[in-house]
């Protein structure tokens, strides 16, 4: 099991677009918001502007794929 140093809440913007109060280009710029307050932001870097480009679920998965890949790796 990792051991991931940090934590990003996400359930509150994963339940906006559920409800379909928010679209997932705005889902993905308030992840990219609150990953540049994260201590490991600038490791990040490419994740987070990946992550204000978003416009498809499927961009956002991938960027999310990206993130936990790092989590995963002792961070």
């Known amino acids: 099991m990792a051991d991931?140093?940090?934590?990003?809440?996400?359930g509150d913007l994963h339940g906006a677009h559920?409800?379909?109060?928010?679209?997932?280009?705005?889902?993905?710029k308030s992840l990219a918001k609150r990953l540049r307050k994260n201590r490991f932001?600038?490791?990040l870097d490419g994740v987070i502007v990946k992550l204000e480009k978003v416009s498809t679920v499927?961009?956002?998965?991938?960027c999310l794929r990206k993130l936990?890949?790092?989590?995963?790796?002792d961070h």
């Open 58 to 62: 499927r961009a956002y998965d991938a």
């Open 41 to 43: 932001a600038k490791d």
């Open 68 to 73: 936990y890949d790092f989590a995963d790796s």
């Open 18 to 28: 559920e409800r379909g109060d928010m679209k997932i280009s705005d889902i993905a």
């Open 4 to 10: 991931w140093k940090t934590t990003v809440r996400l």
